[in-house]
């Protein structure tokens, strides 16, 4: 049987993750993910492909805001932005997005622990980032600051499978997924085109080509080679030349999944 294993949101994109036993799967995605996000003196967009100390922020979500911790470093209340806070454009994977500029001192803190002139940003909720018309499920489908669509999921039998090909096993915080099933055959996912949990029907859009951030340890932020040295190996797609661990998914229906929930293949391909 196929079942929900956990649950992930990181409510600051490249940043520590949270695991509810409860989301709310949104237009954006799962609530509160990736809603926050560190830019540049440019307003691009900084991620642990070129900051990879992002990992060690650890983030908790509050009623007002955020709570970041990292070594070092004091602990931070951050709050959601008001009506009146600075608006600005930011760019994140080419696509232009207003969004609202924290407090000061949020700036400060992150710039302390990156070593870096950023800021600290959070997507209003009427800000509107579309999702690629290519893969859309329906034409006004919107993204977070995540970097392409709403959800990500993996499975535990093709993580357990790619880890007995490595000589070190990897956790499954590597992939940064927002749903991890159990119960499935190694790589099945591949054949899954639409899913319904809980109160909520997913449509299976993309294969999720994986990047450098995959080889970061989240615990000390260093980089490796692992596991797209041996990914590449086997999961290499043909078509676009990536390495492919997961799938996007762009949510149907609205509504609440938990971990524990059934999962139902409604439509193979």
């Known amino acids: 049987m196929l079942t929900v294993a956990s649950l992930h949101t990181y409510p600051v994109k490249s940043a520590g993750g949270v695991a509810p036993n409860t989301a709310r799967v949104e237009d954006r995605g799962l609530a509160g993910d990736r809603r926050w996000m560190l ?57 232009t997005v207003e969004a609202a500029l924290a407090p000061a001192a949020a700036h400060a803190w992150c710039a302390a622990h990156l070593d870096a002139d950023v800021r600290l940003v959070y997507m209003p909720p009427e800000s509107r980032r579309t999702v690629d018309a290519d893969y859309a499920v329906h034409a006004d489908d919107i993204v977070s600051f995540a970097d392409g669509y709403p959800l990500l999921l993996t499975t535990m039998a093709s993580l357990a ?40 029907t997913l449509r299976a859009v993309k294969p999720c080509g994986r990047c450098a951030v995959t080889t970061i340890d989240q615990q000390t932020a260093t980089r490796g080679k692992e596991p797209l040295t041996t990914l590449a190996q086997f999961r290499r797609d043909p078509a676009t030349g990536k390495v492919n661990f997961g799938w996007n998914l762009i949510p149907e229906t609205l509504g609440t999944i938990r971990v524990g929930d059934a999962v139902e293949v409604v439509e193979r391909g």
Do not use: K
């Open 161 to 200: 499978d790619l880890n007995t090909r490595l000589d070190t096993p990897l956790p499954m915080d590597r992939f940064r997924p927002n749903v991890v099933v159990s119960g499935a055959e190694a790589w099945a996912e591949d054949t899954w085109r639409r899913l319904r949990i809980g109160e909520v």
């Open 39 to 95: 830019v540049d003196a440019n307003g691009t967009f900084l991620s642990q492909r070129t900051h990879p100390r992002l990992a060690l922020v650890g983030v908790e979500v509050t009623p007002e805001g955020l709570r970041l911790s990292a070594p070092e470093q004091p602990t931070l209340s951050v709050p959601i932005p008001g009506a009146a806070a600075e608006r600005l454009p930011v760019e994140v994977w080419g696509d």
